[in-house]
């Protein structure tokens, strides 16, 4: 890219949805823990992790010193009939930290790629079981990825809207509260019998604007879904590696899922990786001698050996005392500001799982201010060097671990100082 010389002032200017005409693109050219420098040194925090994936902060020496070791060793092998140390040594670190009825794991690279393999893995188990089951359940607001699976999973709306026709059908359910779960149940036992799987992300839907349900609640319809044959596909491509304040949403649930999905900050977000996980009775269903039994799945950099080595070098950072108490801090420091907010009248549903706060800007003429107020509010902030990027009036927070305390509050005094200005 050419170097653009800009400064902050301009930034007002920008677009933060890319791709149409009016849109401007803000060049970075560098970054460091929790700040991105555009090329005049202006500083900008990254509260939003860039698009969720940086959990340890931008240019990490650690993870790029494992990355350089890995790329002057092997950067790359063809992975069928071929296997090398990172991937099995980053499967089996995995293992030792994911419910324990996960056993397998099948590379991928990136998110949405690890959730069309979890549909196909639970279509075809019954396929190869020779059982008739093609029904899919999930969650309405949901959102799995744009491939064409992982579309027709997710909730349909403008984005998806060109490919209505062509996208399979699929069974839509609420996210479960203390007072819906019967009438989902129903909803579920309607279809059980055709259906193969339930695909979800555990507590907290991310891209569907932050929302966020009771673990106990999700347990709940997670074992109703188990007791009549449905497998549990559970996406952490989002809420894993931290996020939710616990190692894996997984934690803070009482039953397991049968496929786990995960990317995003599964390299501590340096580069693209996906991994499916799922059951010895599940990987059973394909390991055979008659070559159609198998997954036939691949691309051309499943498990790069290069990504393998950052995802290591991220659970090194992840597991490490610092990393854990950061974590607690940013959860700690999310709630008590958490309380200040509820106290504006110009915020409503204020909710956090973990690490991720998020709330509804209340505006007077909601209907018709509803889709400028996300490209204000960007606006606002990024003349404050502060990347929030709201999502219709949902404002979230989620920043990487290794923020620094004066940045996160900062950013919580900028926040409440916004809300405070009327022209707002
Ligand atoms: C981002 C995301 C995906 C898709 O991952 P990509 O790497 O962007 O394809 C899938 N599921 C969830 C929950 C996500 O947040």
């Not at 991937?87 to 996960?102: C, D, G, K, Y």
């Not at 899919?136 to 984005?159: C, L």
Request: with cysteine; hydrophobic share 40%; aromatic share 12%.
């Amino acid at each position: 890219m050419q170097q653009q010389l800009i400064d902050r002032d301009l930034a007002v200017n920008w677009h933060p949805y890319s791709q149409m005409k009016t849109s401007y693109h803000l060049p970075i050219a560098r970054g460091d823990g929790a700040n991105l420098y555009d090329y005049q040194e202006n500083r900008y925090l990254d509260m939003v992790s860039s698009w969720w994936v940086t959990i340890h902060g931008h240019a990490n020496s650690y993870i790029a010193s494992k990355v350089y070791e890995q790329l002057s060793t092997l950067e790359q092998v063809i992975f069928a009939g071929f296997t090398h140390l990172p991937a099995i040594t980053l499967s089996e670190r995995l293992f030792q930290l994911l419910p324990l009825n996960q056993k397998k794991a099948f590379f991928t690279d990136n998110g949405s790629t690890a959730v069309e393999v979890a549909l196909k893995m639970c279509i075809q188990f019954a396929y190869n079981n020779g059982v008739q089951k093609t029904k899919i359940i999930a969650f309405k607001n949901g959102y799995h990825g744009d491939t064409f699976g992982a579309m027709s999973v997710s909730e349909r709306g403008q984005w998806t809207a060109p490919f209505a026709d062509l996208l399979f059908e699929v069974i839509f359910i609420d996210a479960p509260t203390a007072e819906n779960l019967e009438s989902i149940k129903k909803i579920v036992q309607d279809h059980a019998e055709q259906t193969a799987c339930f695909i979800y992300e555990p507590l907290v839907q991310g891209a569907g604007g932050m929302l966020m349900h009771r673990a106990e609640d999700l347990s709940e319809l997670m074992s109703f879904c188990k007791s009549k044959g449905i497998l549990l596909i559970q996406d952490e491509i989002f809420v894993g590696f931290g996020r939710t304040g616990t190692l894996f949403a997984a934690d803070q649930l009482e039953e397991k899922p049968d496929v786990m999905c995960f990317s995003k900050g599964l390299t501590g977000g340096t580069m693209p990786l996906g991994i499916t996980t799922c059951t010895e009775e599940i990987y059973q269903a394909f390991y055979s001698d008659e070559k159609r039994k198998a997954l036939f799945h691949g691309h051309s950099f499943t498990a790069s050996p290069i990504a393998c080595a950052a995802s290591l070098a991220s659970l090194d950072l992840l597991l490490q005392d610092d990393c854990r108490s950061n974590i607690e801090r940013i959860c700690k420091s999310h709630a008590a500001f958490a309380k200040r907010l509820k106290k504006s009248v110009k915020v409503r549903n204020v909710r956090q799982t973990g690490t991720i706060l998020a709330f509804d800007w209340v505006t007077e003429n909601e209907t018709s201010y509803f889709n400028q107020i996300q490209e204000k509010l960007f606006k606002v902030f990024i003349k404050k060097g502060i990347i929030l990027r709201p999502m219709g009036n949902v404002l979230y927070l989620l920043p990487p671990y290794c923020i620094q305390q004066e940045d996160l509050d900062y950013t919580y005094e900028t926040i409440l100082e916004v809300l405070n200005n009327n022209n707002i």
